[in-house]
């Protein structure tokens, strides 16, 4: 089994552009969520999705969109990158509450 | 919302001591308590977690307790090895779909 995978691993973007990060899972997990990692900050919640279908705002949603496209799936989009976007963003899935989560390698974003 | 608080920031010790790192949350209705470990450039990875109807729990170096009458948790590590050397995160969740709030994290050095 593959896990969690994340694609990008890198990327670098201009101000303005815009992208999206995809992340799949083979665990048959329900519940999927993004997270971006600045030192010192921690692991904070952008989006998540409790289950197919749906989707619900985190901690820091403003610039990000996010699509659960099936169980396996869940992208997530800057539709116009700032400076302050850049960090390094996990994707992870767990199959119900207060179950450990399995993160994907993580995608780092560089926006100049 | 839920609110994680993780001291200390950095902890260096010498290899074979033990190491404890401490958190506090703020939510009472907090019922899942998971630690992470992650090594430089790679993902977070699950090591230990406790719910909030038990006290302790060890698995070989590594142990987690548990005081929800004060709201705090703590991860201990005895006989530190170099390979311990990591960031450490932990975690709280009110079972509210699975959604984790994240301390700020602790760099562990382990000095040979």
């Known amino acids: 089994n593959a896990g969690v995978t994340q694609t990008p691993k890198f990327q670098v973007l201009k101000t303005g552009q815009s992208m999206t990060l995809q992340c799949a899972q083979d665990?048959?997990?329900?519940?999927m969520y993004w997270y971006r990692q600045d030192p010192g900050m921690g692991l904070r919640l952008i989006y998540y999705s409790a289950s197919e279908g749906t989707t619900d705002k985190g901690e820091v949603p403003n610039g990000y969109n996010v699509s659960r496209l099936n169980k396996r799936e869940f992208s997530l989009r800057l539709e116009s990158a700032a400076p302050s976007q850049t960090s390094v963003y996990f994707c992870?899935?767990?199959?119900?509450?207060?179950?450990?989560?399995?993160f994907g390698s993580g995608t780092r974003l560089t926006v100049v | 919302g839920e609110n994680v608080e993780q001291h200390p920031s950095t902890l260096s010790v010498q290899e074979g001591d033990s190491a404890v790192i401490k958190c506090t949350y703020s939510d009472s209705a907090s019922n899942y308590f998971p630690w992470y470990k992650q090594e430089l450039g790679k993902r977070p990875q699950l090591i230990i977690d406790i719910r909030s109807n038990v006290g302790e729990k060890k698995d070989q170096r590594i142990a987690v307790t548990l005081n929800k009458t004060a709201k705090h948790f703590s991860l201990h590590i005895t006989e530190t090895q170099p390979e311990d050397s990591a960031v450490y995160f932990c975690?709280?969740?009110?079972?509210?779909?699975?959604?984790?709030?994240f301390g700020a994290g602790t760099q562990v050095v382990v000095t040979p």
């Open positions: 992870a899935s767990t199959k119900s509450d207060s179950y450990g989560y399995t």
């Open positions: 975690a709280a969740s009110n079972g509210s779909w699975g959604k984790l709030q």
């Open positions: 665990m048959n997990h329900n519940s």
